[in-house]
């Protein structure tokens, strides 16, 4: 997670979480775009990358992954407190979008939605604006680069262009190394927004 713009460790390890999800649950704090205030998100979230993907079950080998099969879930996610919910726009060809859209007209209850997309940066304000109408809202907590795009500089530029257009609160990016997040943090800087979250790999079976 990027805290301050500073690249931290997990939120248990230096002391960002406080606060309560729920009864009992931790919260992280992300750094709002355009502004010196931050987003308090319970710090237990839902990974929806297997939502409408035949190749991760979705009503193929996994009985479990179908509409009715998901919303369930997200039930169980909302009563027990919420968080945020992570999906992208190329999970399930967007399907995932939409079956997140579906749960948030059941329930938004604490929820805070993450969303990621890529290409080229001068048409992420579009993708951005089609991830909402999908997710069947104006704005998201959230939206992050899902991949790295050369040159970096200009892929902050369309970051920077998602956030002015008031399409996210935050804005982060996925699979970035620390240099890479340097870049992107400086050059979103001189366009006057701040680098709330960084979305990396954490694996029992990929520890390298």
């Known amino acids: 997670m990027m805290l301050d713009g ?3 460790g997990s939120a ?3 002391g960002q979480a406080s606060g309560s999800a729920g009864d009992n649950g931790q919260t992280v704090r992300i750094r709002r775009a ?3 205030a931050f987003l308090e998100v319970p710090a237990v979230g839902l990974g929806t990358w297997s939502w409408g993907a035949a190749k991760w079950g979705w009503r193929t080998w996994d009985a479990r992954l179908t509409r009715r099969g998901v919303l369930r879930a997200w039930d169980a996610f909302v009563d027990g ?5 992570d999906t992208a726009d ?6 995932s979008e939409r079956l997140v859209g579906a749960g948030l007209a059941r329930n938004a209850t604490n929820v805070f939605v993450a969303t990621k997309g890529g290409g ?22 959230l ?4 991949s790295v795009c050369e ?10 262009a998602v956030a002015k257009a008031g399409l996210c609160d935050a804005v982060g990016a996925c699979n970035h190394d620390v240099a890479q997040l340097e870049r992107l943090r400086a050059r979103l800087e001189r366009r006057g927004v701040a680098l709330g979250a960084a979305q990396v790999e954490a694996s029992l079976l990929s520890q390298d």
């Open 120 to 141: 080229r940066p001068s048409e992420l304000v579009s993708a951005a604006s089609s991830s909402c109408e999908r997710l069947g809202v104006d704005r998201v907590a």
């Open 151 to 160: 040159p970096i500089e200009r892929a902050a530029d369309g970051l920077a």
């Open 90 to 95: 190329d999970y399930g060809a967007g399907l």
């Open 6 to 8: 500073k690249t931290s």
């Open 34 to 36: 355009l502004d010196d």
């Open 12 to 14: 248990g390890d230096n």
């Open 81 to 85: 407190g919420g968080g945020l919910v």
């Open 143 to 146: 939206y992050q680069l899902h």
